[in-house]
């Protein structure tokens, strides 16, 4: 028996797999696995299959015998030859027998919101693509050879560099190239500093009472308790740090609730590490986009050995990238560059030398500006609608982000994220994002997302939004409302 791979890519773009077997000759054995190769579907209608010299060459069989072999099944219809056009596996072939048909599943229907005002995605049509491809094709034809070898665990320096310089000038960070590990994202980042070997203070880390679920299961699962921090309107209640010598904030814009850490607790926090010997966790959320007035600077600035900042281009970009950087007080270099690994969890180094192009030849910031316009652009026209059919509806925080928070009558979420999901409107609830052991009285609202609607679908997803919300007294009538803990799925997606 010869069992070979046909290996002539070079000829026709493909490999292909013949098993010689059987009585009767090489002749028969290569006719009989070519017609059960496209009686079976592995080679489908219209494949090209390689000149009989080279496929010769490739069994080890004289070239006669692969010609006969097509000239035969061209005859019975299984292939079909063309002058310049080679042989092909024919579209009509005989047809499987029952007991080998493989039943095809039909694709399932695509079911969704109608209108998606999810929290946390950027507008995935604004993403620079041409600029994108520009800087890529920069970077892969500037490459050096060992771009393409194991690399630095830190990331790209050419990155690092660009980072160094775009985050001083844009947000106020004091670093150097040497004190920034390249990761794959915030969640990457919290995996790394919270692994083993990294060298942050061990015990409970402090957070934010409102934040996202999915960062602190991660937590969890690493073994670290988190204790939670109440908010009023400046932002974290920084003076009840305790025993904790670790905290993680979003400065910026805290999320969901949406406003920034008043100026005094952003210098009482420095204040708490130095005397603590603790570390903030500088969540750099939204931090490009404020709308109102210029973006305020990381809190980094202020002591650059008491912080780690982290950023990422999930919102200004695109999560599909998976690029973060993490900027380290010299002490946890090492312990991070450790917990990374030689060669795991790394991100594309093309993909970090893109970026780096992006930033160094300014298509990141024109891109920043032009995204924070048109975000600034949805939610004005939030507010305009809240304020023509909802005007009892707040809507909290700076003007900044990709999304906000509308405070509801108390008692009210839950029967609004009913009369959503019966509109067919994605949204989240502010109690979704509610710390399990937090001491503050809840409170009701909506988290809406206004990246994500296509353009031209985003006024009918505000009338949608207005529809569902709660009257001024709270009540709905007995057809917008149920007692019931269950609720119809979002309708599907119009086709």
Known sequence: MVDSWVNSAERIGADLHVELSGPGGRRAALIRAL??????????????????????????????????????????????????????????SEPLRPAERTPVKAPPRARGPRHDLRQGTPDASSFPR???LASYRRALQQAPNEVFGPGDPAGRRELREALTEYLARARGVRTEPERIVICSGFAHALRLLFGPGSGLPRGPLAVEAYGLGFHRGLLAAAGVRTTA????????????????????????????????????????????????????????????????????????????????YLGSVSKSLSPALRLGWMVLPERYVDGVLAAKGEREAWASALDQLSLADLIVSGAYDRHVRRMRQRYRARRDRLVEALSAQAPHVEVTGVAAGLHAVLRLPPGTERSALKAAAWEGVALDGLAAFRHPATDMAPEDGLVVGYATPPEHGYATALDALCRILPPPDGRRGPDTDTDTDTAPAPAPAPE
């Open 130 to 132: 041409a600029a994108w």
């Open 229 to 308: 921090l109440s908010l009023d309107a400046d932002g974290a209640r920084v003076e009840r740090l305790d025993r904790e010598r670790a905290v993680l904030l979003t400065p910026a814009h805290q999320f969901p609730t949406g406003g920034p850490l008043h100026a005094s607790r952003r210098a009482a926090v420095i204040d708490w590490a130095r005397a603590r010997g603790g570390v903030l966790l500088e969540d750099d959320y939204d931090g490009e986009f404020r709308y109102d007035r210029k973006p305020v600077g990381a809190v980094q600035g202020l002591d650059p050995e008491r912080v780690i």
């Open 35 to 92: 017609r059960e190769a496209v009686r079976g579907g592995r080679l489908p209608p219209g494949t090209r299959l390689p000149p009989y010299r080279s496929l010769a060459a490739d069994l080890g069989v004289a070239r006669n015998t692969v010609a006969d072999a097509y000239a035969e099944l061209v005859a019975e219809g299984w292939l079909t030859a063309r002058q310049g056009s080679g042989t092909r596996v024919a579209d009509r």
